[in-house]
């Protein structure tokens, strides 16, 4: 049996260690920390015990380019980085909304490999400046499902 979680379709099996659920997923709703108006949300899902997938649906500025990734810990509290630099590829906001001036919306989805998530761990997501990587531009604190 499949289940979809924020657009990563992960497969439901049993579990024996829960604090290493194989198959756990994360959710965020992601706000702006500034005046650059980017939202969106991101999704986490286990997919095993040493890999997850990750994805991220944004909306910014029209041809902005944005940098992204999960940390540990929470905005307020931000960790590191879990998985290297090339594990999130940066993101356009190329595609228009609709009925919207100077707004563009971007999608990625990723599998972060060798990576466990603890099911009792804080997480986040946050989008970043492209390039630079320092200055956050929306941040989410990641919620299990079911939690």
């Keep these: 049996?499949?289940?979809?979680?924020?657009?990563?379709?992960?497969?439901?099996?049993?579990?024996?260690?829960?604090?290493?659920?194989?198959?756990?997923?994360?959710?965020?709703?992601?706000?702006?920390?500034?005046?650059?108006?980017?939202?969106?949300?991101?999704?986490?899902?286990?997919?095993?015990s040493a890999n997850f997938a990750a994805g991220i649906d944004i909306e910014g500025l029209v041809g902005a380019v944005y940098g992204w990734e999960v940390a540990a810990g929470s905005c307020a509290a931000p960790g590191p980085r879990i998985g290297g630099l090339a594990t999130y590829p940066d993101v356009?906001?190329?595609?228009?909304?609709?009925?919207?001036v100077g707004r563009g919306r971007g999608k990625v989805q990723r599998v972060v490999?060798?990576?466990?998530?603890?099911?009792?761990?804080?997480?986040?997501?946050?989008?970043?400046?492209?390039?630079?990587r320092t200055a956050v531009l929306a941040c989410g604190d990641l919620l299990r499902a079911g939690s």
């Excluded at 356009?92 to 919207?100: K, R, W």
């Design 92 to 100: 356009t906001a190329a595609d228009s909304i609709a009925g919207s």
């Design 1 to 48: 049996m499949y289940r979809l979680v924020g657009g990563i379709a992960i497969l439901l099996a049993g579990c024996a260690n829960l604090d290493l659920d194989p198959f756990a997923a994360w959710q965020a709703e992601l706000q702006p920390t500034g005046p650059e108006p980017v939202t969106g949300r991101v999704a986490l899902a286990t997919e095993g």
């Design 113 to 132: 490999g060798n990576a466990q998530l603890s099911t009792s761990g804080r997480y986040h997501g946050r989008v970043v400046r492209a390039g630079e």
